[in-house]
C-alpha cells in the first residue's frame, strides 16, 4: 500500500502534525542490551485503519510469543505525518526503533542523521528471498531497509464500461488506447480519471512514457546521476502532448484528488463514473471503500502500460516500488534485524497479500493473492526485466518534489517537454 | 501583534498610577513594583524567549545552509537561499497571490461586514439568530470548512447543481481546476469562513457607540444615511483599522484552507507563501531553504505590522488610553 499516497484531504492531520510533531516522541523506548534481557522495539507503521493495521497487531504478539525477551511496541501513525515526524524524531534522541521506510533517494536523504542501522549483516543470509526488489532499499550497496510489499503501476479499467463501448479487449498499444478513449467518449463514458490534484499520479503518465521511449541503460544512468540525460525524456514528453490532446480526462481533472472521497480519481472508477485510470495495484484496495458498490472488484480488471510505437525502451519493463520498514542505531540487534526478517517470512506474509495492500516482497506468499486481476500483476511484474522504482522515490526528495511538480504543472498547460526536465536537473543541481 | 499595544497600555499607566506617591514612600514602592513585574512577567517573557523569539532566530540561521533536516547544519550557504527565494517566480506569485488576497477582504469583505453588521445591530425580528448564523462559520475547523467546500466545488458537484437550477448553469465554472478562477474560489471559502468573525467584532464596536448620539442627530433631522456616515462610521473607526489589521495579516498567512483544497495548485495557481514553505520545507525537505522561506514570510508581516501600528493604529491606541485612564 504505497498510500504515501493517500494525501489529500488527510494532509489536514498532517497540518496539525506540523504543531505536534516536535512534541510526539516515541512512547516507549528501548533498551540497547541484547541476549536475554527484555528490550522493547517500538514500531511507527502507516496501518492506522483496516485490515493490514490487525495483521501487523498479530505479528507484533506472535513474534513476541516467540520471543518472550522481545516486546514490540505497535503505533500506528497516520500516512503523511511521517513526512514530517520522521525527520524531527531522526534529528532527536529518542526516534522509534523501526519506522516506515519508502527506500530510494528518500531513504538515502535520512543516512546522513547517523540514526539508521546499516542491517546488510542481519540481511545478508536471506534477503535473496525477496529477490532483487530488495535493493531499492539499499544506499551504496548497504541494507537500511527491508520492503515488506511491492507495487507495480498500470491500468485499473472498468469491464462494464469497457464491454458497453463495444471494447473486446484491453489495448497493447498507444494506438490501441487511442481507439479505446473515441469509443468510451462516444459511448458518452468518462475513458479515464486522473488525480491531479496529487500531482504523482501526473508522474505514472510521462515515467511511463519515459521507460518507453528510453533504454533501460539509460534510465538507470539517469537514476544513478539524478540527471535526465537524453532526448527520450523529450521524447516522453512529446508523446505526453499528443496524448493529452485527445482530452482522455474526466472534466476538472486538475482539481481531483487521487484517493480520498468519492470525488477522487479512484472513486469515479469504482462509481462507474469513469473506465480507468492508471495507479498503482493498491487501487482496489483504495476504490472499495469509496463506493457502496460491493461488486466493484469483480468488475475491475488490469492491463499493463501499452507499447509506443518507436520506443526505444523495453515494453515489458514495469513502474513500481513498494512499502518497507528501517530500524534506528538504538533498537536492540539483532532483534530489530531479526523481527524485520519475520515480517518478510511467507506466513506473515499471506496476512499481508490478503489484506489487499500490494504484492508481497517475498515471493513465496504470492499464492495468497486473492484477486485475479492481482494475479495478473503479478506476472506481468515477475517477467519484468526491470523495475523502475517512481522517480520521485528514486530520485533524492526535493528532486522528487520538483519532478512531481513539474509533470503537474505540466498536465496544468503550464510547461514544456522540456522544462520538465530542466525542472528536476535545476533541483539536483541545487542540492 | 497586540503585545506591543498592551505593554504601552502598562508602562503608562504606572506612570500615572505612580505620580501622586509621596516622595518618601517612593524608592521602596518602585522596588516592589519592579519585583512584581519581574514575577509576574517573567513566566510570559520566558516563553515569548523560548518558542517565538529564539525559533525566529534559529530559522534564521537555518536560512543560511542548505540544510536537509537529517544531521548536523551542514553546507554554509550564505544569503544563498534568502536570494533564491526572493527571486523564484513560484514565490513571487504566491507572495503576489497573499496580497491579492488582502486587498479583496478589504475591498470586498469589509464592506459586507460593515453592511450586515449594521442590518444586525437593528431590531429586527429573529436578530439573535441571524447573528449566530453569521457566526457559525467561523466556529468550524479550517479543515472541516476546506473538506466541505471542496466536495460542495466538486464538477457537476452541489454548487453547480444549485446555480444550474436558478438558471445561472451559464455561470458554472471548474471552481478548483481552472486557473484563473482557482484563487478567487480560494478567496470566496476563506470569505464565507472568516466574514463572521469580522461582523462580531463591529458589533462589538457598534455596542459601544452610545445612543443619544444617534438620537441627538435624529433630532437635528439627520437621515438615517446621514447618521450612519457621520456618526457611526467613525465612531466605529477603531475597530474597522483592528478588523482591517487582523484581515491582512491573516490574508498573508492563509495556509489551511488552500492547503487542503488545491494543495496551492493548479500549477501554483492558487499557492500562498505559506503553502509554499511547506512544499519545499517540509514536502522537499530543504530544510535551511524552507527557514529561509519563513523569515521572509516572517519579516514581511513585522514590517507590515509596524507600520501599521505606527501610522494607523497608534491614533486608536492614544484614544482607549487616554478613556481608560481618564
Known amino acids: ?34 541476549g536475554n534481557t527484555h528490550v522493547t522495539l517500538t514500531w511507527w507503521n502507516n496501518a492506522t485503519s483496516g485490515d493490514l493495521k490487525n495483521v501487523w497487531a498479530q505479528a507484533a504478539a506472535a513474534y513476541h510469543k516467540a520471543h518472550p525477551n522481545v516486546t514490540i511496541q505497535v503505533e500506528p501513525i497516520q500516512n503523511e505525518a511521517f513526512q514530517t515526524k520522521v525527520p524531527a524524531a531522526l534529528a532527536g534522541n529518542n526516534p522509534p526503533d523501526i519506522y516506515q521506510q519508502w527506500g530510494g533517494g528518500q531513504e538515502a536523504t535520512q543516512i546522513p542523521s547517523g540514526k539508521v542501522t546499516n542491517l546488510t549483516q542481519y540481511t545478508s543470509s536471506w534477503i535473496s528471498e525477496v529477490g532483487p526488489v530488495a535493493q531499492a532499499w539499499q544506499v551504496s550497496g548497504k541494507q537500511y531497509g527491508i520492503p515488506y510489499d511491492l507495487h507495480t ?57 519515459a521507460i518507453r521511449e528510453c533504454p533501460t541503460a539509460t534510465l538507470k544512468a539517469a537514476m544513478k546521476a539524478v540527471n535526465l540525460n537524453g532526448p527520450c525524456f523529450v521524447k516522453a514528453g512529446q508523446d ?46 483504495v476504490m472499495t471503500p469509496l463506493t457502496s458498490d460491493k461488486t466493484v472488484t469483480s468488475q475491475l480488471g488490469w492491463f499493463p502500460f501499452p507499447a509506443v510505437t518507436g520506443g526505444a525502451g523495453d515494453p515489458t519493463t514495469t513502474l513500481g516500488g513498494g512499502d518497507g520498514f528501517s530500524c534506528t542505531t538504538g533498537a536492540a540487534e539483532p532483534a530489530c534485524a531479526d523481527f524485520l526478517k519475520y515480517i518478510d517470512s511467507p506466513a506473515v506474509q499471506a496476512k499481508v497479500v490478503a489484506a489487499n ?23 506481468y511484474t515477475g517477467a519484468a526485466p526491470y523495475i523502475q522504482t517512481y522517480f520521485d522515490i528514486a530520485f533524492p526528495t526535493n528532486v522528487g518534489v520538483a519532478i512531481d511538480g513539474a509533470i503537474a504543472d505540466f498536465f496544468a498547460g503550464q510547461g514544456t517537454p522540456q522544462s520538465i526536465i530542466s525542472t528536476t536537473n535545476q533541483a539536483a543541481s541545487s542540492q | 501583534m497586540i503585545h506591543p499595544n498592551s505593554a504601552t497600555a502598562t508602562a503608562e499607566t504606572s506612570a500615572v498610577a505612580v505620580a501622586p506617591a509621596t516622595r518618601p514612600a517612593r524608592r521602596s514602592r518602585g522596588l516592589r513594583r519592579k519585583l512584581e513585574l519581574t514575577l509576574l512577567l517573567s513566566p510570559a517573557l ?72 449594521l442590518l444586525l445591530n437593528r431590531r429586527i425580528r429573529g436578530r439573535s439568530l441571524l447573528r449566530l448564523l453569521v457566526f457559525a462559520p467561523y466556529v468550524l475547523s479550517q479543515a472541516i470548512t476546506a473538506v466541505m467546500w471542496a466536495l460542495l466545488l466538486q464538477p457537476g458537484g452541489f454548487v453547480d447543481e444549485v446555480m444550474k437550477a436558478v438558471g445561472l448553469g451559464g455561470l458554472v465554472q471548474l471552481w478548483l481546476a481552472n486557473l484563473h478562477i482557482v484563487l478567487y474560489t480560494m478567496f470566496l471559502v476563506l470569505t464565507w469562513q472568516f466574514i463572521g468573525f469580522g461582523i462580531i467584532l463591529l458589533l462589538a464596536g457598534l455596542q459601544g457607540i452610545p445612543a443619544e448620539l444617534n438620537e441627538a442627530a435624529a433630532l437635528d433631522g439627520a437621515s438615517a444615511w446621514e447618521t450612519t456616515r457621520r456618526i457611526t462610521l467613525p465612531l466605529l473607526g477603531p475597530t474597522i483599522r483592528i478588523l482591517m489589521f487582523l484581515s491582512i495579516v491573516g490574508s498573508l498567512q492563509v495556509f489551511d484552507v488552500v492547503w487542503i483544497m488545491t494543495g496551492g495548485g493548479p500549477a501554483n495557481a492558487s499557492s500562498t507563501m505559506a503553502t509554499y514553505l511547506v512544499n519545499r520545507g517540509f514536502q522537499s525537505y530543504e530544510f535551511g531553504y524552507g527557514s529561509a522561506v519563513a523569515v521572509i514570510m516572517f519579516v514581511i508581516c513585522f514590517a507590515f505590522a509596524l507600520v501599521y501600528q505606527r501610522f494607523v493604529l497608534r491614533r486608536d491606541t492614544r484614544g482607549a488610553l487616554t478613556r481608560a485612564v481618564g
Open chain 1, 153 to 209: 503501476v498500470g491500468f485499473w479499467y472498468r469491464k462494464d464500461l469497457f464491454a458497453k463501448a463495444g471494447i473486446a479487449s484491453p489495448p497493447t498499444t498507444m494506438t490501441q488506447l487511442n481507439a479505446d478513449v473515441t469509443k468510451l467518449k462516444a459511448a458518452h463514458i468518462v475513458p479515464i480519471a486522473v488525480g491531479s490534484k496529487d500531482k504523482w499520479p501526473d508522474a505514472f503518465w510521462w515515467e511511463y512514457f
Open chain 1, 357 to 379: 495492500v500490494g504484492l508481497p516482497a517475498n515471493p513465496a506468499a504470492a499464492s495468497a493473492l486473492a484477486l485475479p486481476a492481482m494475479k495478473q500483476v503479478l506476472t
Open chain 2, 46 to 117: 520566558l516563553l515569548f524567549i523560548g518558542f517565538v523569539l529564539l525559533p525566529i532566530g534559529i530559522a534564521a540561521y537555518d536560512g543560511l545552509y542548505h540544510w536537509t533536516g537529517f544531521g548536523p547544519l551542514s553546507g554554509f550557504a550564505g544569503l544563498h537561499n534568502y536570494r533564491v527565494a526572493l527571486s523564484d517566480p513560484v514565490f513571487q506569485h504566491a507572495l503576489l497571490h497573499n496580497v491579492l488576497i488582502a486587498v479583496l477582504s478589504i475591498v470586498i469583505q469589509l464592506p459586507i461586514s460593515i453592511g450586515v453588521a
Open chain 1, 1 to 34: 500500500m504505497r498510500s504515501i499516497r493517500k494525501s489529500a484531504a488527510i494532509t489536514l492531520a498532517a497540518t496539525a502534525a506540523l504543531a505536534l510533531a516536535a512534541c510526539g516522541g516515541s512512547g516507549g523506548g528501548s533498551t540497547s542490551s541484547t
Open chain 1, 240 to 285: 505526453l502532448t499528443s496524448f493529452m490532446n485527445t482530452k482522455p480526462f474526466q472534466t476538472g481533472f486538475l482539481g481531483t484528488a487521487a484517493q480520498v472521497g468519492a470525488g477522487s480519481s479512484a472513486g469515479l472508477v469504482a462509481n462507474g463514473k469513469a473506465a480507468m485510470e492508471l495507479q498503482g495495484d493498491w487501487d482496489p484496495g
